[in-house]
Each structure stands twice: as C-alpha cells, then as structure tokens.
C-alpha cells in the first residue's frame, strides 16, 4: 500500500517517514512521496497512486479537509487519516464527515501511527473484498442469464413451447422462426480449458460468447448470443 505524507513541518514528515518505515515489517507499505501544501498534495495524489494519506489539517493553499473533498469528487477512494495540532471536537466532526478512517493529535507516537495505519489497511481491504463480491455477483448473474437463453434455445430447438416466464424474460424469443441455434464443438475441450484457462470454465464461456458474438456481428446476422 503505498502512502503519502502531507505536512508543512519537515520534522513532521520526517517523524511519519520514519515510524512507517519502522512499522513496515511485511513489506506492506511503501511512501510514495510527500508534500507541504494542498496543492502540492493534489498534485502529488494526480501522478501517484496513493493509498493512504497522512493529512494535515492547517495547510498552505487548501486546507487539509479541503484537499480531501476535492480528492473525494474526484473519484479518489484512498484513506486518509488526519493529523492536528487541535483538540478541536468541529474538526473530528468535519474529518468524520469526510470519510477519514483516523483522527490523530501532534505530538503523536508509534502506536498511534500505527493504529491508524491497521485501522486504514483494514478498510481498504474491506472495500477490495466488496468491489471483489460485486463482480463476481454480477458475473454469476451474467452466467446465469446466458445459461438461462440457452436453455430457451434449446426448448424451441427441439419443438417445445417456452413457458409465459420464458417468453417474458427473453421477448426477441416470441419470433422463434428468425433464430437459429449455433452449436460450437470443442473436440479437446479439457485440454484447452487446462492450458488457456488454467481450468476456470466461467472464463472460457465468457471467452467463447464473445468469440461467437463478434463472428456474428461480422456476418451480419441478427442472432444473439
């Protein structure tokens, strides 16, 4: 995970710099750079990936939480984690409603440091773990929708009416005479599914759809895949 340190007292960022090089015994984090202004801060989040930030506050140019609403409206999915020489309960409240995974206090130590770094690895592991579930959610729904057609196509093949269900999920199947069903055979299927594939056979469906689907499209035919 790479990290930035944002802070416009160099003994500031040489205290974080080096606590989070202590803490890095796994090799996990790694400072991408650091800035001493707001601006120099966005610059540096647009050339860098950064994961975690170490924000101050009271910055030159843009405040702190100031460069962290315009990091959120771009897009910027990061932590951040608040640094303040203010016990000031308004600028928890605003670092809160910035989405900040930690709110610490100048002078700080290791433990703190390290606490909201455990405290911004966990978070941003949960997010991955989500954006992760929700591919593959729609993913198995995108399978399953195919399986589904297929099963439909398969009906009228063999002369069977579709179900009022069917005909309503997939309406293009009420005119039954302007389709054809495609058969695509895979004589050494285990073996291209071993080698190409590394044996995931969701992604060699996936792969003969589009396969189908463009050979389709450059022959003109109406069909779907």
Same mark, same amino acid.
């Given at each position: 995970?790479?990290?930035?340190?944002?802070?416009?007292e160099?003994?500031?960022r040489?205290?974080?710099r080096?606590?989070?090089?202590?803490?890095?015994?796994?090799?996990?984090?790694?400072?991408?750079?650091?800035?001493?202004?707001?601006?120099?801060?966005?610059?540096?989040?647009?050339?860098?990936?950064?994961?975690?930030?170490?924000l101050?506050?009271?910055?030159?140019?843009?405040?702190g939480?100031?460069?962290?609403?315009?990091? %959120?409206? %771009?897009?910027?999915?990061?932590?951040?984690?608040?640094?303040?020489?203010?016990?000031d309960?308004?600028?928890?409240?605003?670092?809160?409603?910035?989405?900040?995974?930690?709110?610490?206090?100048?002078?700080?130590?290791?433990?703190?440091?390290e606490?909201?770094?455990?405290?911004?690895?966990?978070?941003?592991?949960?997010?991955?773990?989500?954006?992760?579930?929700?591919?593959?959610?729609?993913?198995?729904?995108?399978?399953?929708d195919? %399986?589904?057609?297929?099963?439909?196509?398969?009906?009228l093949?063999?002369?069977?009416?579709?179900?009022?269900?069917?005909?309503?999920?997939?309406?293009?199947?009420?005119?039954?005479?302007?389709?054809?069903?495609?058969?695509?055979?895979?004589?050494?299927?285990?073996?291209?599914?071993k080698?190409?594939?590394?044996m995931?056979? %969701?992604?060699?469906?996936?792969?003969?759809?589009?396969?189908?689907?463009?050979?389709?499209?450059r022959?003109?035919?109406?069909e779907?895949?």
């Amino acid at each position: 995970m790479r990290i930035g340190i944002i802070d416009d007292e160099p003994k500031i960022r040489r205290a974080l710099r080096r606590m989070v090089e202590e803490l890095n015994e796994d090799g996990s984090f790694a400072v991408a750079g650091e800035a001493s202004t707001g601006r120099e801060c966005l610059e540096l989040a647009a050339h860098h990936r950064i994961d975690i930030l170490f924000l101050d506050i009271v910055l030159p140019g843009p405040s702190g939480l100031e460069v962290l609403d315009e990091l %959120r409206r %771009r897009g910027w999915k990061g932590q951040a984690v608040m640094v303040s020489g203010h016990n000031d309960f308004d600028y928890v409240k605003q670092a809160l409603q910035h989405e900040a995974v930690d709110y610490i206090l100048k002078p700080f130590d290791r433990s703190d440091i390290e606490l909201a770094l455990n405290k911004a690895r966990e978070r941003l592991i949960r997010q991955r773990n989500e954006r992760l579930s929700a591919q593959q959610l729609s993913r198995m729904k995108h399978e399953s929708d195919f %399986r589904e057609l297929l099963e439909a196509k398969l009906k009228l093949y063999d002369g069977q009416p579709l179900s009022p269900e069917e005909l309503a999920r997939f309406p293009l199947l009420q005119t039954a005479d302007k389709f054809r069903l495609h058969l695509l055979l895979l004589p050494d299927y285990q073996e291209l599914l071993k080698q190409r594939f590394q044996m995931d056979r %969701r992604l060699l469906s996936y792969a003969l759809e589009m396969f189908i689907q463009e050979a389709l499209t450059r022959s003109g035919a109406r069909e779907t895949v």
